[in-house]
């Protein structure tokens, strides 16, 4: 039962790299999402897709796009990586956009220096 | 804006004593709310609350809601080195229409359990 598989787990970016964070989920669940992780900020959603074929901004999208490949496989982009962008991402996914029990990937800790 | 807010932010008991965490929200269109434990890695799911009043219980854990005052409590009785974890609460504020399960997280409380 694989679940939620987010590539890589750990990453070191140079500002100004770009990089895709990869998520996949075996659930069939229709929704997926991508949410950065700060101290002392909770987790904070950046984008979001309700369907395959459909996107939208959460709260904090800014120097991020997201590519919903196909129904497992929801991706997200850093085009030009600045170090504010350091933080732990996690993918999730849930069953369709009624149901609310969501299901996370192991997250990925990304450090731009 | 919508708004989640735990408390304590942090909180550190020895095994067999009972704890408390509470969860304040201020949302636009209250859905639900969620609660997550969250080890070293993942998130993982413990309870969704949808009506007030309604205790949910798993083990030596419960939680309530309440809609009115706008809060919920998530208890741990008789806690264990092993429920040491992160826990977050989290609402989905996309009531009344079609939901996406946008949730909106609390900071969360970091329980430590010493033996």
């Known amino acids: 039962n694989a679940g939620v598989t987010q590539t890589p787990k750990f990453q070191v970016l140079k500002t100004g790299q770009s990089m895709t964070l990869q998520c996949a989920q075996d659930m069939n669940h229709n929704s997926m999402y991508w949410y950065r992780q700060d101290p002392g900020m909770g987790l904070r959603l950046i984008y979001y897709?309700?369907?395959?074929?459909?996107?939208d901004k959460g709260e904090v999208p800014n120097g991020y796009n997201v590519s919903r490949l196909n129904k497992r496989e929801f991706s997200l982009r850093l085009e030009s990586a600045a170090p504010s962008q350091t933080s732990v991402y996690f993918c999730?996914?849930?069953?369709?956009?009624?149901?609310?029990?969501?299901?996370f990937g192991q997250g990925t800790r990304l450090t731009v220096v | 804006e919508d708004k989640v807010v735990q408390s304590p932010l942090s909180l550190v008991v020895h095994e067999g004593d009972t704890v408390t965490l509470n969860c304040s929200y201020e949302?636009?269109?209250?859905?639900?709310l969620l609660w997550y434990k969250q080890e070293k890695k993942a998130p993982t799911f413990l309870f969704m609350l949808t009506s007030s009043g309604i205790e949910k219980k798993s083990g030596r854990l419960s939680s309530i809601l309440d809609k009115k005052e706008l809060f919920s409590i998530l208890n741990i009785t008789a806690t264990q080195t092993g429920d040491s974890a992160v826990y977050l609460c989290?609402?989905?504020?996309?009531?009344?229409?079609?939901?996406?399960?946008?949730?909106?997280f609390g900071q969360g409380t970091i329980l430590t359990v010493h033996p």
């Open positions: 949302v636009t269109n209250f859905r639900s």
């Open positions: 999730a996914s849930s069953a369709w956009a009624g149901t609310l029990e969501a299901f």
């Open positions: 897709s309700a369907s395959e074929g459909t996107t």
């Open positions: 989290a609402v989905d504020p996309t009531g009344g229409g079609t939901s996406y399960g946008k949730l909106t």
